[in-house]
């Protein structure tokens, strides 16, 4: 096992005259809780797309386990263990619970078209492995005896859990969470925070971009702060919480001289 699951190095991203993501290096390490924070507009959301192979990059490197993937497709880098989560709820209302986690199951299945029409044996063995993977996922987040339930009946908190369990049915070396706690109420975010260590604690390597600063700093283990694109703090969330860089990004430069002023 690799120590850093994810490794990027000169990572930028321009469009046309605005440079989104510039020049960043990062490294998650395997088997922790990895967040990205920042004002909005500093560039959290494209370092993501980059990351999972929505966008290409206009220069720089992306390594996934070891291997370079900047030039991969999402599928590919799926297939290699990327697996990820959206800020905008993306679920199929209309199919059940436990179909929407199977269709993550996608890079894991391997039978034939004419082996699935047919339903041979080996196409039948495949789907009792994904649908036991499926519910495992479901039992992880707390959804199992909710797998017959079309997904559109479930609570806004229960479908963030829902795409965790999608997520991590094909047990990825890497889950990437968009604003997980997006929209959630106090009790629905302390229950993904402990769903967030659950699975740390069962072996995931987390990168999460968050807004909520609680959240961020009751979980995290590391902490990458962008600004404008730009890496401006790389270090323990403590450590964070007192940069003057990473104060002067949040509340402003006057905001960040008074209370420097006031602690000196």
């Known amino acids: 096992m690799t120590e850093h699951v994810l490794e990027l190095t ?3 991203r321009r469009f046309a005259g605005l440079l989104a993501v510039d020049g960043v290096d990062m490294a998650v390490r395997t088997g922790t809780i990895h967040a990205v924070i920042g004002p909005n507009g500093a560039g959290k959301t494209t370092l993501f797309n980059l990351i999972s192979g929505l966008i290409s990059p206009s220069a720089g490197m992306i390594r996934l386990a070891g291997e370079e993937v900047a030039a991969r497709s999402a599928s590919q880098r799926a297939g290699l263990g990327l697996a990820r989560t959206f800020q905008n709820i993306r679920v199929f209302g209309s199919m059940s619970v436990l ?8 890079t894991r299945l391997h039978a034939s078209l004419p082996a699935i029409v047919l339903r041979l044996g080996s196409a039948r063995d495949e789907e009792r492995r994904a649908v036991a993977r499926a519910m495992t996922a479901l039992d992880l987040v707390g959804l ?15 479908q963030r859990r829902l795409e ?4 991590m049915a094909p047990e990825p070396r890497l889950l990437l969470l968009d604003e997980p706690a997006a929209g959630m109420n106090p009790a629905e975010t302390e229950a993904l925070a402990m769903l967030v260590q659950r699975l740390r604690g069962l072996g995931a390597t987390i990168l999460l971009v968050e807004h909520d600063m609680g959240f961020v700093m009751g979980i995290a283990e590391h902490v990458t702060v962008l600004n404008f694109g730009r890496r401006i703090f790389d ?6 919480r007192a940069a003057p860089e990473v104060i002067e990004a949040y509340l402003g430069h006057k905001v960040a001289a008074r209370l420097a002023a006031k602690h000196a």
Request: aromatic share 2%.
């Open 99 to 106: 179909e929407n986690v199977l269709t993550g199951l996608h």
């Open 164 to 167: 965790i369990a999608r997520a």
């Open 144 to 158: 199992a005896d909710r797998a017959s339930v079309p997904a559109a009946a479930l609570s806004y908190g229960d």
């Open 10 to 12: 000169g990572l930028t």
């Open 235 to 240: 270090g323990t969330p403590a450590a964070a």
